[in-house]
């Protein structure tokens, strides 16, 4: 079974820094699926951001950027130019690939962050 | 596009009652997946519909629940002799079959708890 490991239960940065959220992951297989995903207090989890894990070009999106280490099995989250928005439940997640409709997504604990002004 | 929908928001009832959650996910998509969160947790996995046909059950979901999605559209999820164990924030998540790119959109959540 895959395990998704958070390490961070809380992280603060302030507002225009940069933070890094780490997260590691336990799986036998060598095709998947990796996802951050945000839940803000009292609202929906969104998407952030996915990679393919046979893709080895590291996935962005406008201030958010993954460290992929295939290797290591370690993907962590870089938040750039940080803003009061972001402050969030930061969740990592894994998805087989080929699972034949199998569409388990497997979660880790969560990271809080706390972005001060 | 209206988003995924529950309802209620906020569930609060005694020990031994039954309960019954709703999910109304965006029009098109075909898969619906339901999640347990616990409070300082994750999302854990419950069980998943694609169509009206009900694909994966996880170990969670005990006899005591029971899910549905009849027409393929809407989705219920019981859980009947509710336990103080079952408090936990119930989401319901809704995707389109879109290979890489698909994406699991979820509702805000339906919040239980068992006095």
């Known amino acids: 079974a895959q395990t998704v490991t958070q390490s961070q239960p809380e992280m603060s940065v302030q507002e225009a820094e940069t933070v890094t959220l780490s997260c590691t992951y336990d799986t036998s297989e060598s095709d998947y699926y990796l996802f951050w995903y945000k839940q803000p207090p009292s609202r929906q989890m969104i998407l952030v951001i996915r990679q393919e894990a046979y893709k080895q070009q590291n996935a962005t999106e406008n201030r958010f950027s993954v460290n992929f280490q295939k290797a290591a099995k370690s993907f962590s989250l870089k938040i750039s130019d940080s803003q009061l928005g972001d402050a969030a439940m930061y969740f990592c997640a894994y998805k087989s690939l080929f699972s034949g409709g199998y569409q388990k997504v497997t979660f880790g604990t969560g990271t809080k962050l706390q972005v001060i002004p | 596009d209206t988003g995924v929908s529950q309802d209620p928001r906020h569930k609060i009832t005694k020990r031994g009652q039954n309960v019954t959650f709703r999910c109304d996910p965006i029009?098109?998509?075909?898969?619906l997946y339901w999640y347990r969160q616990t409070l300082g947790q994750g999302p854990e996995f419950l069980t998943y519909f694609q169509n009206e046909a009900q694909l994966e059950k996880s170990r969670l979901l005990s006899d005591r629940f029971s899910a549905e999605r009849p027409k393929g559209s809407f989705s219920t999820l019981e859980i009947q002799r509710t336990e103080q164990g079952d408090s936990a924030m119930y989401l319901c998540?809704?995707?389109?079959?879109?290979?890489?790119?698909?994406?699991?959109?979820f509702g805000p959540g339906t919040r239980l708890l068992v006095l």
């Open positions: 998540a809704s995707s389109f079959p879109r290979g890489s790119q698909e994406t699991q959109y």
């Open positions: 029009s098109e998509h075909n898969r």
